[in-house]
């Protein structure tokens, strides 16, 4: 076993509950190994040494040690997460561990990490829950499907394995709901190829065979991710950034906010709609980069369990960044999706800006616990298991909730997924701009679950998610 606990591999990362079992999963698709894990057999790998491998983890470093369900019976279970899930029900039962802890595969979550690598069409998908419609809601560069003309704002009609086998998304969903939409995408396979009927953002009905291929997530869209808008005379950034998750984020996050100060912007808007979280290392970093004039204060702790109070690192400080900036006003754009690593950062800035930030959209997952990493390497096995919360400079990291009750100000706003991102007049940023501006706006109101059933979308999610999509969910 190997405890992998260095900054680039302690994770904060957005896990959607599994349908049916409460928890998240690995597995599913074939990029996905390591994950499911299959019972019977002897050896370091059987299902009985894996799961002996995981209690001993928990019970030594699990955050909530008195949330774990010690008299679960490992024989009950014929795969990995399943009992994983039990073992952590109780945490789950309060909302503290809402599938956050799960077992994945080292080769694969180590090629995202370092390169992005992963394979699929390369879309993020979401679905109307009222009609039944499934839409992109952003499209990935360098990837099949960009390529194809599915772009956000795109909506899905029809998925078949050949142009005469085309069933309709409606008749897919009103037969097996988002599952059937999954399954009949296929897995995640390079070379796995399904004729798709779509609809544009521009109302153009295309129809296209696309074959899944290997790409690399890019963290900030040369297209759309870094723009400097001119709102009534003020200079206004932008940043949208899709996942902190992969590496490469660091130095495109450098050049990003080197605009910034090249251009003397000062307000900005940071958009973080669907980023479900990443490495804490890169939300640091993001930290430095808006903290020049706080050298040295805090920006974020990490509490351990209390058995381990005494492993836990030092408080995160703001570090120099040649590229730092000060900003006077922070918008956030959050939705559901908008997880850990995400809620870190923005919930880190609070101290410091005060009525000057606010979150835009609606309120955010509620995650402010983090995995460290624990490897079994003879079995590709790498279990993330929540074993950290984070706060800010005030103390405060209590957000299981969400964002919504802890910033200072919330503007409520539509994701309007006909407008692509980076653009002024798209719903978010548009009220974003208003904040920004003093103009006023209507706060976000309910929770979670409510914001969510009347905007009528969600992030369309496998019950069993591949290592990729543990950390970014809805992509495909």
Not at 228 to 234: A, L, M, S, T, V
Not at 384 to 409: C, H, I, M, S, W
Request: a negative charge; charged letters at 20%.
């Amino acid at each position: 076993m190997t405890i992998v606990r260095t900054s680039a591999s302690i994770v904060l990362a957005f896990a959607i509950a599994a349908c049916g079992g409460g928890g998240s999963s690995s597995g599913g698709g074939p990029i996905a190994g390591g994950g499911g894990g299959v019972g019977g057999g002897t050896g370091a790998c059987s299902l009985s040494e894996r799961q002996q491998f995981v209690k001993d983890v928990a019970d030594e470093w699990y955050l909530f040690p008195d949330l774990l369900d010690n008299d679960v019976n490992p024989a009950d279970f014929s795969d990995l997460q399943s009992y994983i899930d039990a073992l952590v029900a109780p945490a789950r039962a309060e909302s503290k561990d809402r599938g956050f802890s799960y077992i994945t595969s080292i080769e694969e979550e180590n090629a995202l990490i370092n390169s992005g690598a992963n394979a699929g069409f390369g879309v993020l998908l979401g679905y109307d829950t009222v009609n039944n419609r499934v839409f992109v809601i952003d499209a990935y560069e360098n990837a099949p499907g960009l390529g194809a003309g599915l772009d956000r704002g795109t909506e899905l009609l029809a998925i078949g394995t050949t142009s005469t086998d085309l069933v309709t998304v409606s008749t897919l969903m009103a037969s097996g709901g988002p599952r059937a939409v999954i399954d009949a995408l296929g897995p995640s396979d390079p070379g796995v190829t399904r004729v798709i009927q779509f609809r544009t953002a521009a109302d153009l009905t295309s129809e296209a065979s696309i074959t899944k291929a290997e790409f690399a997530v890019d963290p900030i869209s040369d297209r759309f991710g870094v723009k400097i808008f001119n709102d009534g005379g003020k200079k206004v950034g932008y940043l949208h950034l899709r996942t902190f998750i992969v590496r490469t984020a660091s130095d495109q996050l450098r050049d990003a906010f080197g605009q910034f100060q090249t251009d003397g912007v000062t307000e900005i808007i940071i958009d973080l709609r669907y980023n479900g979280g990443g490495l804490v290392s890169v939300a640091d970093l993001m930290g430095d980069l808006m903290g020049a004039g706080r050298i040295g204060q805090v920006f974020s702790e990490t509490v351990l369990r209390d058995s381990k109070a005494d492993e836990a690192p030092d408080p995160e400080l703001f570090e120099s960044e040649a590229n730092a900036i000060m900003p006077t006003k922070i918008a956030f754009i959050g939705r559901g999706g908008t997880a850990s690593a995400s809620e870190l950062v923005a919930n880190s800035m609070i101290p410091y800006l005060g009525a000057n930030t606010a979150l835009i959209g609606t309120n955010t997952f509620g995650k402010p616990v983090g995995q460290y990493a624990f490897d079994l390497d003879a079995c590709d096995d790498r279990l993330r298991l929540v074993t950290f919360k984070t706060n800010n400079a005030d103390g405060q990291g209590e957000y299981f909730e969400g964002l919504a009750d802890v910033f200072p100000n919330t503007c409520r706003a539509n994701d309007d997924i006909f407008t692509q991102f980076g653009d002024p007049s798209e719903a978010s940023i548009s009220v974003a701009l208003d904040f920004l501006a003093g103009r006023s706006c209507s706060a976000i109101s309910g929770t979670l679950r409510t914001a969510q059933r009347v905007e009528g979308r969600e992030i369309l999610q496998p019950s069993r998610p591949n290592a990729v999509q543990h950390r970014i969910p809805g992509l495909f």
